[in-house]
């Protein structure tokens, strides 16, 4: 099942802008280089980048090194990952849609104007 959800902030910019709205499937497994959305113990939800896993902890930070924001998170519970970001669509980038999938077998990486992302090879 997937979901949808809003980017509120510009801490992960320049891979994602305030107000994209991003598709994300609920799932516990990820790895670092995933963006996840996470919730804390406050009830606050975030879009961060996981940088670091290790015994069940993670460590998350942003992509946009210059706000007060986007400092990393360390030593959070791997329990409030609420879900994977599979893809994101920017209406200020004329609708763009952005894959946000790891390699894996069948998948090439693409380089566009606005930045690197995986796509589908599909074999005839």
């Known amino acids: 099942m997937f979901d949808v959800a809003k980017v509120d902030g510009i801490s992960m910019s320049p891979s994602l802008m305030d107000g994209d709205l991003l598709l994300f ?56 990952v609420i879900g994977v970001v599979l893809a994101s669509l920017s209406r200020r980038r004329n609708f763009k849609v952005q894959i946000h999938s790891r390699p894996r077998s069948g998948f090439t990486w693409k380089r566009l104007s606005s930045g690197i992302f995986s796509t589908r090879s599909i074999k005839i």
């Not at 996470?38 to 902890?57: A, H, P, T």
């Open 25 to 80: 499937r609920k799932r516990s497994q990820y790895v670092v280089g995933d963006v996840v959305l996470y919730r804390l113990s406050s009830g606050v939800l975030l879009v961060k980048r996981v940088d670091e896993i290790k015994n069940g902890v993670i460590d998350l930070g942003s992509d946009n090194r210059w706000v007060e924001s986007s400092l990393c998170l360390t030593g959070l519970s791997s329990d409030g």
